[in-house]
């Protein structure tokens, strides 16, 4: 069975660091591409971020520079790093593995940033 | 970017009722588009992908079709469990981007 779970989330000051991870199990992160995606408070699904199981990535316009997506083979894990956070990041950041578009998720960790 | 242009952002149907909601591309997509639903507080939950593919275990109520700039979701018979809100993502190419929303209520 499929299982993703984040960790990681929490409250950091702008301009602040977090690393998100999400342990995947049941499958393996390297064959597959992985994304994260974000959902603020009250708003829409926001696509963060892709790894390939080639390695290649991509990331959305409004992290582009700051957010740096990774995995660990070795630990079955799927990383982001946040960098020069803003307010405007705060949301619910999810996992997922990636299949025509994300298909399968994890339950979600939240980040606020706030002074 | 590819912008999704999802309609309507919000309605109010009765259970039984038949269901549709819009999603238009700014550009040529092909069938690369997926459907989800989602509950408060919980993760998405995919329903539809390649446009018109019911994902495994999905009630076939449930049914998408389109292909190019135009896609819709229909929801047959509308049930209580499916009061939630209704997304579309394209991934013919990155960014991948989701439609704004639709928010399906109780009349």
């Known amino acids: 069975e499929v299982q993703l779970v984040e960790s990681g989330g929490g409250l950091i000051q702008p301009g602040g660091s977090l690393r998100l991870s999400c342990a995947a199990s049941?499958?393996?992160?390297?064959?597959?591409?992985m994304s994260w995606v974000r959902q603020a408070p009250g708003k829409g699904l926001e696509w963060v971020s892709v790894?390939?199981?080639?390695?290649?990535?991509y990331y959305a316009d409004s992290v582009k520079g700051r957010f740096t997506i990774s995995r660990d083979n070795s630990k079955n894990t799927l990383y982001l790093q946040m960098n020069s956070l803003r307010a405007e990041d705060t949301a619910v950041y999810y996992c997922?593995?990636?299949?025509?578009?994300?298909?399968?998720w994890g339950q979600g960790t939240q980040v606020t940033v706030s002074s | 970017d590819i912008q999704m242009t999802q309609s309507p952002s919000s309605l109010s149907a009765s259970v039984g009722d038949r269901v549709t909601i819009t999603c238009r591309a700014s550009?040529?997509?092909?069938?690369?588009l997926g459907w989800y639903q989602q509950k408060p507080g919980k993760a998405p939950k995919r329903l539809i992908y390649?446009?018109?593919s019911l994902q495994s275990g999905v009630p076939s109520r449930f049914s998408g079709s389109g292909s190019g700039t135009e896609f819709t979701l229909t929801i047959s018979s509308l049930q209580p469990e499916d009061f939630a809100t209704y997304y579309c993502l394209q991934h013919n190419s990155y960014p991948l981007t989701f439609g704004g929303g639709t928010k399906v209520e109780i009349k």
């Open positions: 390649a446009a018109s």
């Open positions: 550009q040529g997509i092909r069938s690369d």
């Open positions: 790894i390939y199981d080639g390695g290649g990535t």
């Open positions: 997922a593995k990636d299949n025509r578009g994300p298909f399968q």
């Open positions: 049941g499958f393996t992160v390297s064959s597959n591409y």
